[in-house]
């Protein structure tokens, strides 16, 4: 089994930027791929952004230029960089991971965090 826990979320003003954090633990041999997913009240979990262990990176649309998916294989840790916030971007973001990138890309991995909550307001 895959333990991931974020941090890094909390209140910001529009414009503002947030790192996010999410450090696995367990079977870490068995993640080849890990992302981001961010749910707002009232609506469905969304793709943010994913990466696989060799680096390839996707986004979804709403956050190209603003946000940048990295991870540190030393530290089993992946982050969320995320400038130019918006109100919108506001939700709860989990991490998640799975031995098959589809299944990250595709809302269906086996291995999901918690969640942190970012909120952009003024």
């Known amino acids: 089994q895959v333990q991931l826990v974020e941090s890094g979320g909390g209140l910001v003003q529009p414009g503002g930027s947030l790192r996010l954090s999410c450090a696995a633990s367990?079977?870490?041999?068995?993640?080849?791929?890990m992302g981001w997913y961010r749910q707002a009240p009232g609506k469905e979990r969304e793709l943010v952004a994913t990466?696989?262990?060799?680096?390839?990176?996707h986004y979804t649309d709403s956050v190209k230029g603003r946000f940048t998916i990295s991870r540190d294989n030393a530290k089993n840790t992946v982050y969320l960089q995320m400038n130019s916030l918006k109100p919108e971007d506001t939700a709860v973001y989990y991490c998640?991971?799975?031995?098959?990138?589809?299944?990250?890309?595709?809302?269906?991995?086996?291995?999901w965090g918690r969640g942190t909550q970012v909120t952009v307001s003024s």
């Open positions: 998640c991971a799975d031995r098959t990138p589809y299944a990250v890309l595709t809302n269906t991995a086996r291995s």
């Open positions: 367990g079977s870490i041999f068995s993640i080849n791929a």
């Open positions: 990466i696989t262990n060799g680096g390839s990176t």
